[in-house]
């Protein structure tokens, strides 16, 4: 992963880029990064804060063998990478709020987003945006994120280089994406929910309008949560915004 690499100084959104090459059929493992984002995007319509020089903003493309219901598992694949990345690399210890959100003491620092090209049978390509809070201090952030934001430096106590970071990153992309499609999501699942800090615990999920109570009781083999609310009925969450 990572042989073809597209840098850019600034763009729109690595990930709107990412998806025009996967659909002119850029071959798996390549990788858009940008050192600023003006129209960085997240989850649910939101938008994700990428200024210049601070973080990392990079998005790859995948091809993987599967039929589109399990693409969700890649993103908590990828939140798994990215996690044992950071400890790897600055030794702090994460976080993983499902599906992807990763955080540093309660607050967030790396976002995931996952867009898929798909037929209804099998994925053409999925697109994974990954957006890390390196560099930042807390005076850098916008004042509506400033209270639930973090980044690794300030974590850590002190800058931290983000090349050996992207590579690190890589590296256990790489080799997480292999055992998949090697020996599929069992293995995988079981070190996400090693890193997951919303499993047994209750929880709020707001989800297509409706908003469900509950506790989390882990996730299916296709990567969805499963909340069990005060009835004893157990829902199966796709894409939700979760509060602990
Ligand atoms: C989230 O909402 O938590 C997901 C944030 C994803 C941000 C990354 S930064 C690189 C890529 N390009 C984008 O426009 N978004 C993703």
Not at 31 to 41: C, D, N, T
Not at 159 to 175: F, N, V
Request: proline share 6%.
């Amino acid at each position: 992963l990572g042989h073809q690499i597209h840098f850019f100084e600034e763009v729109d959104s690595t990930q709107r880029i990412a998806a025009k090459l996967a659909y002119e059929g850029a071959p798996e493992g390549t990788l858009v990064i940008a050192e600023e984002q003006k129209a960085g995007r997240g989850r649910l319509d939101r938008k994700w804060f990428s200024p210049q020089g601070t973080g990392i903003w990079m998005s790859l493309i995948l091809r993987p063998p599967i039929p589109p219901q399990q693409a969700p598992q890649l993103t908590l694949l990828v939140a798994v990478a990215v996690s044992q990345a950071i400890q790897e690399v600055t030794g702090l210890v994460p976080d993983i709020k499902w599906p992807n959100d990763i955080l540093l003491h309660g607050k967030k620092c790396v976002g995931i987003l996952t867009e898929l090209q798909a037929d209804p049978d099998r994925v053409r390509s999925v697109i994974i945006g990954i957006g890390i809070n390196v560099n930042q201090t807390s005076a850098q952030f916008p004042e509506d994120i400033c209270d639930i934001a973090t980044s690794l430096a300030i974590e850590k106590g002190e800058r931290i280089k983000r090349a050996p970071l992207i590579q690190e990153i890589l590296l256990q992309l790489e080799r997480l994406y292999k055992q998949y499609l090697e020996h599929g999501f069992r293995p995988i699942k079981l070190l996400w929910e090693g890193y997951a800090v919303s499993i047994g615990k209750p929880v709020t999920a707001r989800t297509l309008g409706k908003v469900i109570r509950g506790i989390a009781r882990g996730i299916t083999d296709d990567g969805l949560l499963i909340l069990e609310d005060e009835q004893n009925q157990l829902h199966y969450i796709h894409s939700a915004d979760i509060q602990l």
